[in-house]
T-cell receptor
C-alpha cells in the first residue's frame, strides 16, 4: 500500500512570500492531520480534518495559515505571508479513523526555510 | 488537558547495551499511548502503542514498553542496541473530546548508538 505523499520535500522562500504544501493521504483514510515540527521539538498539530470537514484548528495561526481538503482526499496547507519563525518541517499524517487508539501514518515532510 | 514529558533530549548508549527512553504522561481520561521513531529526513513511524489490552506492549525492531498507571509512565526499552536504532523517538498521548482523537507529542529523545 502506498504511503502518505507530500510535496515539495524542500522549499526556501523569502519572508513575506507565500508558499503551499500538498499532501495525498493513504487511500481510504478519513482523517488527515497537518503538523508543524520546529527543530528540536515534537510535532505540533495545526489542523485536523475528518473527511473534508475541520475537526480541530485551534492551533492554526489563521491570520496567515490556511488549509483545505477538497473532496475529502488531497489537502493543501498555505502560508501567506511567511515569517522567519515559520521555518520548520511540515508533516502530513493520515489515519483510518479519528478514534483515540488509531495509529497515524506520516509522510516524509516538507522542510521550509524562510530567509 | 493532556501532556507528555520525555526525560533527556539526548541519550547515548553503546552498541549491545540496554536502551531506556523515559516518558511520563498526564491525562484526564484513560490514555492511549504511542511511541514513534523518526529517522533523519523522514516522517514518524509507529513503534508500538498501548490500548489498555496489556500493560507490556511489544513493538517492532525488538522494542517494548510498559504502561505503569501508578507512575504515569510508559518507558521504552530494548535489551540490546543496534547501530540502526540511532534515531529520534517521540512519545505521544492520545485522548479525545467530542469523539475525536487529540494527540499530544513529547519533545523527543535523540538516541545515539556508539560502536
Amino acid at each position: 500500500e502506498a504511503g502518505v505523499a507530500q510535496s515539495p520535500r524542500y522549499k526556501i522562500i523569502e519572508k513575506r512570500q507565500s508558499v503551499a504544501f500538498w499532501c495525498n493521504p493513504i487511500s481510504g483514510h478519513a482523517t488527515l492531520y497537518w503538523y508543524q515540527q520546529i527543530l528540536g521539538q515534537g510535532p505540533k498539530l495545526l489542523i485536523q480534518f475528518q473527511n473534508n470537514g475541520v475537526v480541530d484548528d485551534s492551533q492554526l495561526p489563521k491570520d496567515r495559515f490556511s488549509a483545505e481538503r477538497l473532496k475529502g482526499v488531497d489537502s493543501t496547507l498555505k502560508i501567506q505571508p511567511a515569517k522567519l519563525e515559520d521555518s520548520a518541517v511540515y508533516l502530513c499524517a493520515s489515519s483510518p479513523g479519528a478514534f483515540a487508539y488509531n495509529e497515524q501514518f506520516f509522510g516524509p515532510g516538507t522542510r521550509l526555510t524562510v530567509l | 488537558a493532556q501532556s507528555v514529558t520525555q526525560l533527556g533530549s539526548h541519550v547515548s548508549v553503546s552498541e549491545g547495551a540496554l536502551v531506556l527512553l523515559r516518558c511520563n504522561y498526564s491525562s484526564s481520561v484513560p490514555p492511549y499511548l504511542f511511541w514513534y521513531v523518526q529517522y533523519p529526513n523522514q516522517g514518524l513511524q509507529l513503534l508500538l502503542k498501548y490500548t489498555s489490552a496489556a500493560t507490556l506492549v511489544k513493538g517492532i525492531n525488538g522494542f517494548e514498553a510498559e504502561f505503569k498507571k501508578s507512575e504515569t509512565s510508559f518507558h521504552l526499552t530494548k535489551p540490546s542496541a543496534h547501530m540502526s536504532d540511532a534515531a529520534e523517538y517521540f512519545c505521544a498521548v492520545s485522548g479525545g473530546s467530542g469523539g475525536y482523537q487529540k494527540v499530544t507529542f513529547g519533545t523527543g529523545t535523540k538516541l545515539q548508538v556508539i560502536p
